[in-house]
């Protein structure tokens, strides 16, 4: 099995699937964009100096960009 | 009986705007919400034997709102006592991402609102590779399905024709999750009258507007006996609808993969770590020279107009106070606000330009890292930059930042961009102050000008630090937001946009300037005593050599002197003398508080040189450059615009609140004096301190 890992490790071009969003502070409306359990992403684009990362929902062919500091708590599967 | 009322409702971004245009032929107007500043968009249309109220709802993801707007859309919708309650609600979604638009439309169907469902953009099925199957999916949402093209209007006839159906009944597939029947059960003691699902939604949303306290308290009461959090409930219903519609939608939904955006070429550059910040800059860049050098003519135009109007009137009607209040109060005081228009519509085309081709929430995803060591959103950066023409549409634009306060940070130190009416002094001031020679090679009048500019800058984000250590905050600062595809901008919706934003400028803020300048036409035009009295027969006496129309200018200035106004100055004198001002310079300041620009044109009266003076004139900029270069501080027997008066002057405009329509954009948008009336005091303090350290250093 491979490790699990978060959502603000990825790289430029990489792929993950979504396992679960580890707040309960992360407002609804993360759910509502697309940052299911069980959805493939793609990491788009990476601001640079930490700065906010673009992400291909591939289900829905969406880009959603969010803060690092958001993507800490997001636990994906890396493929 | 009233008429039908018809909401529309839609993520954004899936064109339902166009639609709104499309459907009511235009026929509509811009309000605010009652209480609240969020943009209310209403129109009506004649068909089916009646006529149709027509409301185009702000967009948003969900009704669990987390912005203004959305909490807008949610207590439209649910709040039975809203006049604005939806007869039918239109659910507008786009073929790329119909799932959550279909969450959407459930949610209200849940909460008991008939709906009917367009496919909005449905050309994009075919571009995109998308088959929808209809039928199927009609069964699944128990409602009818409408195909439009807004842009080209295709669809349209057949969805207004469906506006009086009845949609069948509807049985939600949300089966409230078990762990929470005990709490749902004691919450639906409060509302007997309400559907389980109603009553699901006040316990999963937290403060709900339109309850009482009491009944928000009862709510939280049992939130907090079940150790259950809004965040929790809403999470457990988004991830549960999406695993259903998922399944649903498996079959009803499929996509041919493979087809390649353009969108993901054009972001590879307009997105790329370098690139893209330089391609920004050099946007931003065109932006000024556009609001500089296109307005120019216009402007001048508008200029030539006003004070044509005001000559006439002054020439046909007979000589006495009335008619001069029309010519010199509130003609110019009208032309003090249409001057403005053609800088506001030059940026707003550009801004909206960026919205509609989906370059806007790029620039977010750039300057996002940039902002926020300041407290700021990406966001912010709209504002920001719209703050660099004029503070008012600058300030409305914040309306999108979802935290509250990052929001209000960004509302209040917008006003410390240098916006367009702080140039006219800044040229003034740094010709009589700062030589015109050069350093290195550049011009040091251009490099002055320049730093007042990152002086601005530097102030906003400076005191936006410092107000995100002061205001305190329950909601955490997140940032989550669509790049949309890019599209080619929708000529009309484009056009719209920038008549609503000029309009609402010249007639929101437009009022306040009209009225503060008839007050200081007052305060300049009448005078205790009878040195105000007799001004012309005292100022021939003392100069019988002058010709008559340097003798009307002395007159005119000797009047000005012994005004309520010129007294104002004097009595502010004391406050105002170790900036190293003079009284009359202290009536520039005075009167200058309605807007920065009559500065100049009081400083122009002031020194009798006519207040027809046109900075942009050549001729007259010399006169009153000359003019201003002989006067004399009486208090320091100095010139009065020496380099230490004349940078205390250009520091104390680069940061005071010398905008009455700022105030009453921020009050309004603020909804709170507190802020507002701490906003003005904190930039009129700051700009005084500057001033005086500058002055006293300098001296």
Same mark, same amino acid.
Not at chain 2, 318 to 323: D, S, V, Y
Not at chain 2, 427 to 448: D, H, R, W
Not at chain 2, 668 to 676: I, M, R, V
Not at chain 2, 691 to 699: F, G
């Given at each position: ?79 | ?197 109603? /009553?699901? =939604?006040? +316990?999963? &949303? ?6 009482? %306290?009491?009944?928000?308290?009862? $709510?939280?009461? @049992? ?5 259950? /959090?809004? =965040?929790? +409930?809403? &999470? ?6 999406? %695993?259903?519609?998922?399944?649903? $939608?498996?079959? @009803? ?35 000024f ?95 920001l930059i719209?703050g660099v023409a004029?503070a008012?549409?600058a ?18 130190v917008t006003p410390f961009m240098t916006c367009s009416a702080r140039l006219?002094?800044y ?22 000008l320049f730093a007042l500019y990152i002086l601005g800058i530097l102030a906003a984000l400076g005191s936006a ?131 920065r ?53 250009l520091l104390?405009y680069a940061f005071a609140m ?25 930039m009129?303090?700051l700009a005084?301190?500057a ?9």
């Open positions: 099995m491979r490790d699990k890992s978060s959502l603000d490790k990825l790289k430029k071009g990489e792929k993950a699937v979504i396992v679960d969003l580890n707040s309960n502070e992360i407002p609804p409306k993360f759910y509502e964009m697309g940052f299911l359990p069980g959805t493939e992403i793609e990491v788009k684009h990476i601001a640079p100096l930490n700065g906010p990362i673009c992400l291909n929902i591939i289900a829905s062919n969406s880009l959603i960009a969010i803060r690092k500091s958001e993507a800490k708590v997001i636990i994906i599967d890396p493929k | 009986m009233n008429n039908p009322i018809i909401a529309l409702l839609g993520n954004p971004n899936v064109g339902k705007t166009s639609l709104f245009n499309r459907i009511t032929k235009l026929n509509q107007k811009v309000g605010n919400y009652p209480g609240i500043t969020v943009e209310k968009r209403e129109g009506s249309l004649t068909a089916n034997n009646k006529t149709y109220k027509i409301i185009d709802l702000p967009g948003t993801y969900t009704l669990f709102p987390s912005s203004l707007d959305e909490e807008v859309v949610f207590n439209t919708l649910v709040d039975q006592n809203n006049k604005l309650k939806p007869n039918l609600i239109v659910v507008v979604g786009e073929p790329s991402n119909l799932k959550r638009s279909i969450i959407l439309y459930q949610q209200a169907r849940e909460l008991g609102l008939p709906a009917i469902f367009v496919i909005n953009m449905i050309d994009e099925a075919t571009t995109k590779g998308i088959h929808i199957d209809i039928s199927k999916l009609e069964s699944l949402l128990k409602t009818r399905i409408f195909q439009t093209n807004a842009r080209t209007g295709v669809g349209i006839d057949k969805l207004i024709s469906a506006f009086d159906s009845i949609p069948p009944i509807y049985i939600g597939n949300f089966d409230i999750p078990e762990q929470h029947a005990l709490a749902l059960a004691e919450a639906k003691k409060l509302f007997p009258l309400e559907s389980e699902y109603n /009553t699901w =939604q006040y +316990l999963a &949303k937290g403060n709900i507007e339109f309850f009482s %306290k009491e009944t928000n308290d009862k $709510l939280e009461n @049992i939130r907090g006996k079940h150790k259950i /959090t809004p =965040q929790i +409930l809403q &999470k457990e219903e988004s991830i549960q609808r999406n %695993k259903n519609l998922e399944q649903s $939608l498996s079959s @009803i939904i499929s996509k041919d993969s493979g087809l390649k955006s353009i969108t993901n070429a054009i972001d590879k550059i307009l997105l790329h770590p370098i690139l893209g910040y330089i391609i920004f800059f050099g946007v931003l860049f065109l932006i020279q556009g609001i500089y050098n296109w307005s120019g003519p216009a402007m001048d135009f508008i200029d030539m107009q006003f004070g044509d109007l005001a000559a006439y009137v002054q020439s046909v009607l007979p000589a006495g106070p009335l008619p001069d209040l029309l010519s010199n109060g509130i003609i110019k005081g009208i032309g003090g606000i249409v001057i403005f228009v053609p800088q506001i519509v030059i940026l707003y085309i550009f801004i909206s330009l960026m919205e509609e081709t989906g370059y806007m929430s790029r620039v977010v995803f750039l300057m996002d890292r940039w902002l926020r060591p300041f407290g700021l959103n990406g966001k912010s950066v709209i504002p719209s004029c008012v549409p300030v409305m634009s914040a309306r999108n930042i979802e935290n509250s306060k990052e929001r209000l940070v960004t509302m209040l006219p002094i040229i003034v001031i740094i010709g009589l102050v700062i030589p015109e020679s050069t350093f290195l090679g550049f011009n040091i009048q251009g490099i002055i630090w410092l107000l995100n250590k002061i205001i305190k905050t329950k909601h955490k600062s997140f940032l989550i937001f669509e790049l949309p595809t890019y599209k080619f901008p929708d000529w009309k919706n484009l056009l719209l946009n920038v008549w609503d934003k000029s309009s609402s400028f010249v007639f929101g803020a437009g009022k306040i300037i009209l009225a503060i300048s008839v007050i200081l036409w007052a305060l300049g035009s009448f005078g205790p005593g009878d040195k105000f009295k007799n001004a012309e027969e005292i100022v021939t006496q003392n100069n019988p050599t002058l010709s008559e129309e340097d003798l009307s200018h002395e007159i005119s200035s000797y009047k000005v002197e012994h005004s309520y106004l010129g007294y104002l100055g004097m009595v502010i004198e004391p406050i105002v003398e170790p900036l190293g001002y003079d009284w009359k310079m202290g009536i520039g300041l005075i009167s200058s508080f309605a807007a620009e009559v500065f100049v044109g009081t400083m122009a009266t002031v020194y009798s040189i006519g207040d027809d003076a046109d900075i942009e004139d050549d001729a007259s900029k010399r006169t009153i450059l000359s003019k201003m270069r002989a006067e004399v501080n009486k208090n320091t027997g100095l010139p009065a615009y020496n380099l230490a008066s004349g940078v205390s002057l104390f010398q905008c009455m329509s700022t105030i009453a954009i921020v009050k309004k948008e603020t909804a709170s004096w507190k802020w507002t009336l701490i906003q003005t005091g904190f009129t303090g005084y301190i001033a005086l350290i500058a002055y006293q250093t300098l001296k």
